[in-house]
């Protein structure tokens, strides 16, 4: 890639206003300090613990593992036998330490007339109240808890309760649609849900109820019933788009939704649903945490598999809890006084790490953004970086270019300049894009902190460090203290020094993923059955002749939209779903603005029509089986698939007709090798 290789001939050293405070404020004493958590992880990681609350020390051994399968099972364990809560950890430790009216969170909701805060002392009140609910429901420790909301305090709350209590915490991203926020559920064996009555996202309403209880029904016929629905009335507290106002052109949501008096309609099932007000007001406001052990479950955020079939992926409470804490303090170059602002939805492991649990164990003070970066106006981040002071800013490629499509001026009509700390996650970050978010958004006196990690790995994996790393843009530069990293390739072997490979960890950090939720065995192969003694994380990388780490992307069938990780099988098992559709074949084009987008080749069945009608109906499938966000940017009438004599679909030929490149590579292995100029001819003409 040309861009990658100037890109790797740009430096920017850490800002001088950065690296004056910094916690690690030298490429020195990064190396020193990785080289210890490297060689001696006990004695890095147990200085750590001692910030934290254990209600017991030291006891058993402070970390054990295996990570050879041909040596026996898959274990992980940290601090095993050491009794702790993160919710305590989160709250009960800053309030006792006389910093209750720190605020935790300013909330800015869709609407910039909806705004609030709360600070520690009334998040740990409100949080105690709703796990004394939940305990008098029955909710116990282990017990696996859904939950399905927007950006709003309510979502925090609902977290730490279900952690106070030692429940496990399974969170649905609220773009998720009733048939997966259902499976989620069903593997999950989740018998209490938490959720709202709905939100605005931008002019966009989301009727998360309805979704909701459609879920719900789908679970009981598959023989999981949820047995309490506990819902915020959120639409009641909120102001509604002008759109919503205006009768002229019967705004649909409001015919359908809402009274004649504007109220926001839900229906109600009193054998299920409780109000969430009044079931937790009346509640005592002190609960007692339910002490863990440090290799509990603390929650699962199920994530795709190229299988199609998501995976509950399984952390635990201690180990967790000291890299969320770490990562954030080090990649953020956190201090007290700073105003922190991460955009990503906590429905998503970046929301779980870095806008609950990494902040709050750090005592930071954040914002909670309930809506979309364009709306009211396409300056409306800068516009939160201005009234709040926000000094570090955690977003996503997808965003930034988003928002670079507007030009410098909606920045610009802003005062920005508190940014200390710019942060990008989700996918790579091309370098234009990086070098606008250094220029214009950081005034080029921010630090740009490209970091890699998955929703598997719990925390940073690979990051610079703001004080410390000279940058390049577009590479998330060197690992995280912990983290030994490994380039392979197909045959195992390792390339020292200069090269492209697959991206492997060679030993465990405290915040990696235990198990997949009820299939310790699909966590195995998944994930250490490829390269026996190391961590697959699925994405390749290029080491440059500087050492520093480029991540190409997915080198398996997963593609990533927006920074959503989705899997091509997934995809194409909901389009075979359509009665006409007899085969599916998705991949992922380059998108300018999502990063990637989802090309899908169809056969039909004998005598079936490639009409506009069937085509809406794919992309519907799509949308229900999955959410909006996975929606085809294209479909294409295949009549048949590049397969190879095996029957593999050849995915790479199928991307090369995708981009419209015919350089095609070795295509004689296939089957019937005409189909692929069958296929390129026939691009539809939007490609
Ligand atoms: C945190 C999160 C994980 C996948 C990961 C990789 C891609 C994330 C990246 C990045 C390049 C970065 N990814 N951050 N690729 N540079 N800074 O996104 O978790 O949703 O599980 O996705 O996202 O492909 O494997 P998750």
């Known amino acids: 890639m040309a861009m990658a290789n100037s890109a790797e001939e740009l430096v920017f050293n850490p800002p001088e206003l950065v690296a004056k405070n910094a916690h690690c404020s030298s490429m020195e004493q990064y190396r020193e300090m990785h080289k210890e958590s490297i060689k001696d992880p006990e004695a890095f990681w147990s200085k750590i613990a001692k910030e934290f609350h254990f209600e017991n020390n030291s006891v058993g051994k402070f970390f054990e593992y295996n990570f050879d399968i041909t040596k026996g099972p898959i274990f992980i364990q940290w601090m095993k036998g050491s009794r702790t809560n993160i919710c305590y950890n989160c709250l009960d430790r800053h309030v006792l330490a006389g910093k209750g009216d720190a605020i935790a969170f300013y909330w800015e909701g869709n609407d910039p007339a909806d705004r609030n805060s709360v600070t520690y002392a009334e998040l740990l009140s409100e949080v105690c109240q709703v796990a004394n609910f939940l305990k008098s429901r029955g909710v116990a420790a282990g017990d696996r808890v859904a939950i399905y909301m927007p950006m709003i305090k309510e979502l925090v709350v609902a977290m730490l309760a279900v952690a106070r209590i030692g429940a496990v915490h399974n969170i649905v991203f609220g773009g998720y649609s009733a048939d997966s926020l259902c499976d989620r559920i069903v593997d999950a064996g989740a018998e209490v849900l938490l959720c709202a009555d709905g939100v605005w996202r931008g002019n966009k309403l989301v009727h998360l109820k309805e979704i909701a209880d459609e879920a719900m029904k789908m679970c009981s016929s598959r023989g999981v019933e949820v047995r309490l629905n506990v819902v915020v009335r959120h639409m009641t507290r909120v102001t509604h788009p002008a759109s919503l106002h205006d ?7 409001k015919k359908t939704h809402f009274d004649h008096q504007g109220r926001y309609k839900v229906t109600w099932n009193s054998d299920v649903d409780v109000d969430w007000e009044t079931a937790t007001s009346s509640s005592s406001s002190e609960c007692p945490v339910v002490w863990l052990d440090s290799e509990d479950p603390l929650f699962m955020l199920y994530t795709s598999g190229s299988t199609g079939k998501p995976k509950g992926v399984l952390h635990t409470v201690g180990g967790y809890m000291l890299y969320a804490a770490t990562t954030f303090k080090y990649s953020f170059n956190y201090h007290p006084g700073d105003v922190y602002f991460c955009t990503a939805d906590i429905g998503w492991i970046t929301g779980h790490s870095y806008v609950t649990y990494g902040p709050l164990l750090n005592g930071a003070t954040s914002v909670l953004f309930e809506g979309v970066p364009t709306y009211p106006h396409t300056g409306r981040f800068w516009e939160i970086i201005e009234r709040y002071k926000v000094s570090k800013f955690y977003t996503a490629p997808t965003a930034i270019r988003t928002l670079m499509k507007y030009g410098d001026e909606p920045v610009k009509k802003f005062d920005v300049s508190s940014l200390r700390v710019l942060g990008t996650v989700g996918e790579p970050i091309n370098p234009e894009a990086w070098l606008w978010y250094h220029r214009v958004v950081g005034g080029g006196n921010a630090a740009i902190v490209d970091t890699f990690w998955q929703t598997e790995t719990g925390g940073h994996v690979i990051t610079p460090l703001p004080g410390a790393t000279p940058t390049k843009p577009g590479s998330a530069c060197f690992p995280f203290f912990g983290i030994s990293v490994c380039l392979l390739d197909e045959a195992g072997e390792e390339i020292e020094g200069e090269g492209e490979g697959y991206l492997v960890f060679r030993q465990p950090w405290p915040g990696m993923m235990r198990s997949v939720y009820n299939n310790h065995q699909r966590f195995q192969e998944t994930y250490f059955q ?20 480029w991540v190409t992307g997915r080198i398996d069938d997963m593609l990533n939209v927006s920074g959503h990780l989705l899997s091509t099988a997934q995809v194409e098992s909901a389009l075979v779903e359509v009665e006409q559709v007899a085969e599916a074949a998705a991949v992922a084009r380059p998108h300018p603005v999502k990063g990637e987008c989802l090309y899908c080749f169809v056969t039909l069945k004998q005598g079936e029509k490639f009409t506009e009608e069937l085509v809406a109906d794919m992309k519907n499938k799509v949308r229900s089986k999955i959410g909006p966000f996975a929606q085809p940017d294209y479909l294409q009438l295949a009549p048949g698939l590049p397969k190879t004599r095996s029957g593999k679909i050849m ?28 296929l390129f001819e026939n691009r539809p003409a939007n490609a």
Not at 247 to 253: L, Y
């Open 530 to 549: 490829k390269f026996p003694g190391f961590y697959t994380t699925g994405d390749g990388a290029r080491r440059d002749k500087d050492g520093y780490i």
């Open 651 to 678: 995915r790479r030929v199928l991307r090369k007709i995708a981009v419209g490149d015919r350089d095609f590579g070795d295509i004689t292995t296939l089957a019937d090798p005409t189909v692929v100029e069958l």
């Open 247 to 253: 009768t002229s052109n019967g705004h649909p949501a």
